[in-house]
């Protein structure tokens, strides 16, 4: 196996990372599923695909579910669309949203009622009035769980814990006089199907990216990026001044080589070794930082 084909310590088709705090944080998952109605799941827009967890059907079978396509002011807004019909379609709720600034966080209230319109009409039948709707979030690590909850949830809002019929220790937020949030997040654990997701989730920090090669990850890049964002790399890392102060065009993308491309923006971007060649592993972070913070646009590495 080569070092640029493969994950560090791993086999390529059996990645076996699966560490004793996610099996804890299942079952704790698995305990609070019984006491929602619905589950809301944070995913990262910029992998749509990778950042969901398929387990979590199981989990929450007969459950209403949502899907919040968070970070999506780091994500490619026509691929956000996309990607929403796409999972309205397989029957989730969805909705695009920026916890960090908090644009579409507050309709999650109204979608959590869309969701459940079936358990509020079993509770009207039943002479069932006010009970709130209880709501978990979940989400692999990384994908703003936290950021979310405090953005939806605010300050102004009153903890409601230990009450009779909850759980002792569970606390719950209340949203609305129809919502109630559980403060504990679900951590699903990132799924590992193949090398290429475990790559895209290290791409949004979900991972310590000690467990892969940052190489391989800039091939990744490389490749999703000449592939489906043509002219990018070019812009980033293909024009410099001249000795005249006019502007030098470098063609990065002309080549099919992942590995030329990644030495010729090392060469240009002056990330050399001793000796003058060209240091990958530091070009390598210098491409994944600039995915990162965004220097190279909003990015969407997946497609449905
Ligand atoms: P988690 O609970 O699921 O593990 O995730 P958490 O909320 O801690 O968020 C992880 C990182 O993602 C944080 O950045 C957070 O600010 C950022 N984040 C969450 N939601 C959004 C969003 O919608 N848009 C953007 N741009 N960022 C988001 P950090 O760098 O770890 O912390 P900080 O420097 O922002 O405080």
Request: glycine share 8%; hydrophobic share 35%.
């Amino acid at each position: 196996m080569s070092k640029t084909d493969n994950v560090k310590g791993y086999d390529n088709t059996n990645i076996n990372w699966y560490p004793g705090h996610m099996a804890k944080a299942k079952r704790m998952m698995q305990d609070n599923i019984k006491l929602i109605d619905v589950v809301i799941e944070i995913l990262d827009a910029r992998i749509p695909y990778s950042s969901k967890n398929p387990d979590i059907d199981d989990m929450a079978k007969g459950k209403s579910r949502i899907l919040l396509l968070n970070k999506a002011d780091m994500a490619d807004p026509k691929k956000t669309e996309i990607w929403k019909k796409y999972y309205e379609e397989k029957g989730f709720y969805v909705n695009a949203v920026n916890s960090k600034n908090g644009t579409g966080v507050k309709a999650t209230s109204e979608i959590i009622k869309k969701a459940c319109a079936e358990k509020i009409e079993r509770d009207r039948k039943k002479r069932i009035l006010n009970r709130p709707l209880r709501a978990m979030i979940a989400g692999i690590p990384n994908s703003g769980k936290s950021t979310f909850i405090n953005s939806y949830a605010g300050k102004a809002v009153t903890k409601t814990g230990n009450k009779p019929g909850v759980t002792v220790g569970k606390q719950w937020i209340r949203l609305s006089k129809d919502v109630e949030l559980l403060d504990t997040p679900g951590i699903l654990w990132p799924k590992f199907e193949d090398r290429q997701t475990g790559l895209h989730i290290a791409f949004i920090g979900s991972i310590n990216d000690d467990i892969l090669y940052p190489e391989d990850m800039a091939y990744e890049l490389i490749k999703i990026l000449k592939e489906q964002y043509p002219g990018v790399l070019n812009e980033r890392y293909g024009s410099k001044s001249g000795d005249e102060g006019d502007e030098i065009k470098e063609l990065i993308e002309d080549s099919s080589d992942p590995v030329e491309i990644l030495e010729k923006i090392g060469k240009i971007r002056g990330c050399l070794k001793k000796g003058a060649s060209v240091d990958l592993l530091k070009t390598s972070k210098l491409l994944i930082d600039d995915f990162r913070s965004l220097k190279l646009g909003r990015i969407t590495l997946e497609n449905p």
